[in-house]
């Protein structure tokens, strides 16, 4: 039988929730196909491992996790220690390390859940957002001097390099190739960013050349919000940077009906080091410990997890099975405008899972 090791970390706020809702349904996916089995190694790092130990997780951390098969991942963030010294202190310090650099973060509408855009139903709204995830502006190059003096200065700086652009421009490309679309929108900011944005530019219209089954466009960030919202049916694949990215898969997940619902693969697309995956949502500590917390997201992600594992019949099985659950408006958590919590959620999706017949 084949077994996959998986390492299981909550991390902050609601995550341990999510995660262990998570773990629940992805055993019985596991039972329910027969053909394999999941090997789960919890890690407590987080904002209380920080207050115990005064980091975020141990200076080996990223080599305790190479051995692993994937990483399943909750929330990082505490209202009571500066956000950029949690993200920085366990996600970034994972992805960067293993070299997770292609974040991919799908979008669709999922049955029984109404966007915020009117007139889109469901099909007009089918997303994959890749995000470049190892460098541009979250690079972490840069610093601060004369801390505290009138003439303190501070930077961070975009690095952008060509086998970085390259490598996510190809990813990007390749999945929008596999998809029945075969369409392509690369995010953009060279009319003010005349350097490195330029050379993504370049970048990007090199790549294409290899793709000539293809079709491309290319959209300011700006005017990229504005085309998410009134023409959401002209989009399918987009590729942006670190910090592009970032900010319209957070539009994307809203205009798609909740981040609650909405999941990240932070992928090795070479397989050398163990990829991760967790739901775009945040620690949310105003919801923690009420048990109303949304799993769909976390239930989404685990489905690529499987898929990325070549599981591929138990994430569709997975993925039937959610829908079959959004779908009951009895069993929308209070994000989706409903009373569910997130046990009744799970133990719905659990049961879906136990009756599929395919």
Known sequence: MRTYKIAAMGGDGIGPEVVAAAIEVLKVCAERDGGFKLEFQDFNWGSDYYKRHGVMMPADGADRLRPFDAIL???????????????????????????????????????????????????????????????????????????????EVAQDVSVMTRPGVQRIMRYAFKLAQSRPRKLLT???????????????????????????DLTWDKMLVDAMTMRMVLRPQTLD??????????????????????????????????????????????????????????????????????????????????????????????LHTPDLGGKATTKQVTEAVCEALRQAND
């Open 186 to 212: 690369v995010v953009t900011k060279s009319n003010a960013q005349r350097h490195a944005m330029v050379m993504w530019d370049e970048i990007a219209a090199e790549v294409a050349a290899e793709f000539p």
């Open 73 to 151: 991942f909750g929330a990082v963030g505490a209202p009571d220690i500066p956000d950029h010294i949690t993200l920085w202190g366990l996600r970034l310090s994972i992805c960067q390390p293993l070299d997770q650099y292609a974040n991919v973060r799908p979008t669709r509408i999922l049955p029984g859940i109404t966007s915020p855009l009117r007139n889109v139903s469901g099909p007009e709204l089918d997303w994959v957002i890749v995000r470049e995830n190892s460098e541009g502006e979250y690079s972490g190059v840069g610093g601060r001097a004369h801390k505290g003096l009138p003439i």
């Open 237 to 330: 694949t987009i590729v942006a940077t670190n910090l592009h990215a970032d900010i319209l898969s957070d539009l994307a997940a809203a205009l798609a009906g909740s981040l609650g619902i909405a999941p990240t693969a932070n992928i090795n697309p070479e397989r050398t080091t163990p990829s991760m995956f967790e739901p775009i949502h945040g620690s949310a500590f105003d919801i923690t410990g009420k048990g109303i917390a949304n799993p769909v997201g976390t239930f989404w992600t685990a489905a690529m997890m499987l898929e990325h594992l070549g599981e591929k019949a138990a994430a569709r099985r997975l993925m039937k099975g959610v829908e079959r659950v959004t779908a009951d408006p009895s």
